[in-house]
């Protein structure tokens, strides 16, 4: 992001806005394994961010549905899916190295071939690195709640990502959801109810793993919620 420059007619942050970002960059300590899975195995599996679109025929050497999932953790839930779906794509993205890293461990112990991961922001590679309707669908699950109101305008779930899954999702695509912070989810039903592009699931897919945390939101005697909803754009 470039900073105005001094000594011209004095422009504003405002035209010059710094992007608010949904998660904070922890430097967690990262395992001997990690290291290793990230420094032998990134070129196989990992992608770089950068001024490009994604081919993801050529990404995974095929073409197949395409199934992102946002904020994958260490990758349990990722790498399950990848092998409960053999004949589907997966490309998880993930900021936290240690995460990245325990994800790749688990592709290469697996021997998988149809998951990739990334180390950047989610908004920023979807806006920059996806093409339009080529997501078949998005998962994003117990994103970062900022359950403090000032924090609020933090949570990734806001109209212009909806928007913008919009876009990336094929006609039909599926957004699945799922938190235990009881205000955060009446916000996501707010939002996307507000969103004409997408209509409510009344089955809602199945297939998620069981992660740590559904069990921290047991012990903090939270409810987990889960919502699902499909795309009803159209290719024009």
């Known amino acids: 992001m470039m900073a105005p420059m001094s000594g011209t007619d004095n422009k504003s942050q405002n035209e010059f806005p710094r992007p ?3 998660f904070v960059k922890r430097q967690g ?5 990690q290291k290793r899975a990230l420094n032998d195995h990134w070129q196989e599996y990992g992608v770089d961010y950068g001024d490009r679109i994604l081919d993801f025929a050529e990404l995974f050497t095929r073409a197949a549905p395409v199934v992102l999932e946002i904020g994958f953790g260490n990758g349990d839930n990722l790498v399950a899916m990848a092998r409960r779906h053999p004949q589907q794509n997966f490309l998880g ?14 592709i290469v112990e697996h021997e998988l071939r149809n998951v990739r991961v990334m180390r950047h922001d989610a908004v920023e590679v979807l806006r920059h690195m996806m093409a339009d309707h080529s997501l078949s669908r998005v998962n994003l699950f ?3 709640p900022w359950h ?3 924090h609020r305008k933090r949570r990734i779930v806001q109209r ?4 913008l899954l919009a876009e990336k999702l094929l006609p039909g695509g599926i957004f699945h959801v799922a938190t ?4 955060y989810a009446e916000h996501i039903a707010e939002v996307l109810s507000n969103t004409a592009e997408f209509s409510a699931l009344d089955d809602i897919p199945d297939d998620r793993s069981v ?6 939101g047991q012990r903090l005697g939270h409810h987990n919620w889960e919502r699902a909803w499909c795309t009803c754009n159209k290719i024009d």
């Open 142 to 144: 117990f994103p970062d």
């Open 160 to 163: 212009d990502f909806v928007q």
């Open 93 to 106: 993205i993930e900021v936290h190295e240690p995460g990245v890293g325990a994800c790749i461990m688990k």
């Open 180 to 183: 235990d912070w009881e205000n």
């Open 148 to 150: 403090k109101k000032r």
């Open 211 to 216: 992660s740590r945390f559904d069990s921290r």
């Open 29 to 33: 300590r990262m395992t001997p394994g």
């Open 20 to 22: 608010i970002r949904s």
